[in-house]
T-cell receptor, first 113, second 114 residues
Framework: KQEVTQIPAALSVPEGENLVLNCSFT??????LQWFRQDPGKGLTSLLLIQSSQREQTSGRLNASLDKSSGRSTLYIAASQPGDSATYLCALYSGGGADGLTFGKGTHLIIQP | DAGVIQSPRHEVTEMGQEVTLRCKPISGHNSLFWYRQTMMRGLELLIYFNNNVPIDDSGMPEDRFSAKMPNASFSTLKIQPSEPRDSAVYFCASSLHGYYQPQHFGDGTRLSIL
C-alpha cells in the first residue's frame, strides 16, 4: 500500500525566503500528484496537479516537481509572504479507486512577518 | 463562481441521534467525494460518486454511515445512530473527472457527538 510522508511536519521561516516542501512516496506507479493548502477552519484548496507524465507544474510563485524514480515531489514557494501561512498537503492517486488515493499528513508552514 | 457548499458548518448533537450533512457540488462537475478529517487519522476518503452513482464506498466505516446523491447538485451523508468517535470534520469535494482532475473542497462540517 502506498505510503506518503511529508517532512517536516512544521516549518517557520522569515518573510521573503524561498522554501521547499517535501512529499515522499513509496510506490512510483502513480497517475497523478496534487498539492493542496488548508487554512484553519477551511477546506483544502487545490494548488497544482501533476500528471504522471509531467515533471513539473507552475502557478505564480509556486512550482511543483515530480520525480517518480526517487519517489519524491517538492513544492517550491518563491518570495514567501505571511499569507502563505497554512498547512500544505500532497495527495497521490495510484489507481484502483478509493484505495489508490493517499494523502500526506501535511506540513504546517508559518511565514514570520 | 460558487464553490462547493456544505451545510451545516457546525453540528453538535448527542450520541444516538441522526446526523445529516449536506453538500452542493460545483455546477458541471460529475464527481463528488465525501471525506473525514481527524487529527489522529488525517484525511480519509469515505465515498466517491460519479454521475450521481456511488462508485466506491469502501471507505465508509460501517453501516451507520450512508450517502446519497439524488441529483447532480445535491448529496447527503447520514450517520444513524451517531457515536462520539464520529466526531470529526467532514468535507465534500467535487471534480470534473474523478481522481484525474483537481478536487475542489467545501469548507467542511465540524461535527461533535457528545
Amino acid at each position: 500500500k502506498q505510503e506518503v510522508t511529508q517532512i517536516p511536519a512544521a516549518l517557520s521561516v522569515p518573510e521573503g525566503e524561498n522554501l521547499v516542501l517535501n512529499c515522499s512516496f513509496t510506490d512510483s506507479a502513480i497517475y497523478n500528484l496534487q498539492w493542496f493548502r488548508q487554512d484553519p477552519g477551511k477546506g483544502l484548496t487545490s494548488l497544482l496537479l501533476i500528471q504522471s507524465s509531467q515533471r513539473e507544474q507552475t502557478s505564480g510563485r509556486l512550482n511543483a516537481s515530480l520525480d517518480k524514480s526517487s519517489g519524491r515531489s517538492t513544492l517550491y514557494i518563491a518570495a514567501s509572504q505571511p499569507g502563505d501561512s497554512a498547512t500544505y498537503l500532497c495527495a497521490l492517486y495510484s489507481g484502483g479507486g478509493a484505495d489508490g488515493l493517499t494523502f500526506g499528513k501535511g506540513t504546517h508552514l508559518i511565514i514570520q512577518p | 463562481d460558487a464553490g462547493v457548499i456544505q451545510s451545516p458548518r457546525h453540528e453538535v448533537t448527542e450520541m444516538g441521534q441522526e446526523v445529516t450533512l449536506r453538500c452542493k457540488p460545483i455546477s458541471g462537475h460529475n464527481s463528488l467525494f465525501w471525506y473525514r478529517q481527524t487529527m489522529m487519522r488525517g484525511l480519509e476518503l469515505l465515498i466517491y460518486f460519479n454521475n450521481n452513482v456511488p462508485i466506491d464506498d469502501s471507505g465508509m466505516p460501517e453501516d451507520r454511515f450512508s450517502a446519497k446523491m439524488p441529483n447532480a447538485s445535491f448529496s447527503t451523508l447520514k450517520i444513524q445512530p451517531s457515536e462520539p468517535r464520529d466526531s470529526a470534520v467532514y468535507f465534500c469535494a467535487s471534480s470534473l473527472h474523478g481522481y484525474y482532475q483537481p478536487q475542489h473542497f467545501g469548507d467542511g462540517t465540524r461535527l461533535s457527538i457528545l
